[in-house]
């Protein structure tokens, strides 16, 4: 079989020996998500595609992770490790699995029914395919906060390697890998303390093709009192941008094709971090950030208007935001003109 030009084939079932064919090995990776992992694993069991093996891997949890994984007895493998960090517990996982394909799930979130069975169908169409992933919803308690991914932009299929630069759309409890292709890139970093599925989806979007269920089976959960991404990991803009740095260096001499890619990924990068400058009330660092992004990406008008917003002081934007709002219900819905 003849493939597009720059996708990598399958690599040979020898690099994954004892490897059973059709088999989905679920690594489904746990810190102290005691309060919600039986709803993980529930999820998980719940699946209708016959062939999975489930594997939690507790990574030195400190609260009820044992107790809850071990009360389903031999329906999963429970594997503990010590605290090792999460791309360590993943890679055990990745070890572990017997399966062809490996999916992914994080202790704290759930899936929706017949995920695994939609994702494997595609495998079976495109023997090129390295991952398939799918749309997820984000969820806090009992309130969807977003129901679709895509309110980020639209996900997309094939060589996908730009958009992955740009914008990681890829959520990680919504990906199903085959074993030899993570094996054969290497797996995840075990350096990287933050964002390590991004810079292994870049490694496996350079070889192989991705593809996409357009369909929300994935529920991501943000517990209640969650801080933003940002406030939880100051050094997230320069361990991502590290991560993109790194990988154009490593395997393009630190030219990238595209070079305009290069430049709206680093700006959207420089934005979250305007986005987290902003929500703290540092309207020069905030200033600062989206000017970055502004030089980057010229031609987009949200750089412009997130780097005017940074000079509105935030107790200002609320009470124009609240006041617009105000106005909007005193005045009412708009009168239809009568004409036809």
């Known amino acids: ?30 810190y102290n998500k005691g309060p ?37 007895g031999d329906r999963i ?16 996982g ?23 069975s939609k994702q494997v169908e595609y495998f079976g169409r495109n023997p090129a395919l390295g991952l398939v992933y799918t749309d ?27 958009r992955l630069l740009i914008n990681m759309i890829i959520p990680f409890s919504s990906a199903v890998a085959r074993r030899r292709c993570l094996i054969a890139i290497g797996m995840f970093d075990e350096s990287l303390p933050i964002a390590p599925d991004f810079d292994l989806w870049l490694r496996l979007g350079k070889e192989y ?17 969650a801080q933003r991404i940002g406030a939880r990991h100051r050094n997230k803009f320069r361990i991502t941008q590290g991560i993109q740095d790194r990988f154009i260096r490593d395997y393009y001499d630190g030219r990238y094709p595209n070079p305009r890619v290069v430049a709206i ?12 400058h902003l929500a703290e009330g540092r309207q020069l660092e905030a200033f600062g950030a989206y000017f970055q992004a502004m030089r980057r990406d010229l031609a987009s008008p949200r750089r412009y208007y997130s780097l005017t917003r940074s000079l509105v002081p935030n107790p200002l934007a609320a009470f124009l935001k609240t006041f617009r709002r105000r106005r909007r219900v005193a005045v009412g819905p708009p009168r239809a003109s009568g004409l036809r």
């Open 1 to 30: 079989m003849i493939l597009p030009e720059g996708i990598a084939t399958v690599p040979d079932r020898a690099q994954a020996e004892g490897e059973v064919s059709g088999l989905v090995s679920t690594v489904l990776k746990s």
């Open 36 to 72: 919600y992992l039986a709803e993980a694993i529930d999820s998980a069991l719940a699946q209708d595609y016959p062939r999975q093996e489930v594997l939690v891997i507790d990574d030195g949890s400190t609260d009820n992770t044992r107790e809850v994984a071990e009360s389903y």
């Open 77 to 92: 493998r429970y594997i503990r490790q010590e605290n090792m960090g999460q791309p360590t517990a993943k890679n055990r």
């Open 94 to 116: 990745i070890r572990e699995a017997r399966g062809e394909f490996v999916a992914f799930l994080d202790g704290d979130d759930r899936w929706r029914p017949g995920k695994l």
């Open 136 to 162: 997820r919803l984000t969820f806090r308690g009992e309130e969807v906060v977003d129901e679709s991914g895509k309110r980020r932009g639209p996900y997309y299929r094939g060589k996908v390697l730009d």
């Open 209 to 225: 093709e991705i593809d996409y269920v357009d369909e929300v089976l994935v529920e991501y959960r943000i517990e209640a009192g």
């Open 265 to 276: 990924a680093t700006a959207n990068r420089y934005s979250v971090l305007g986005d987290y």
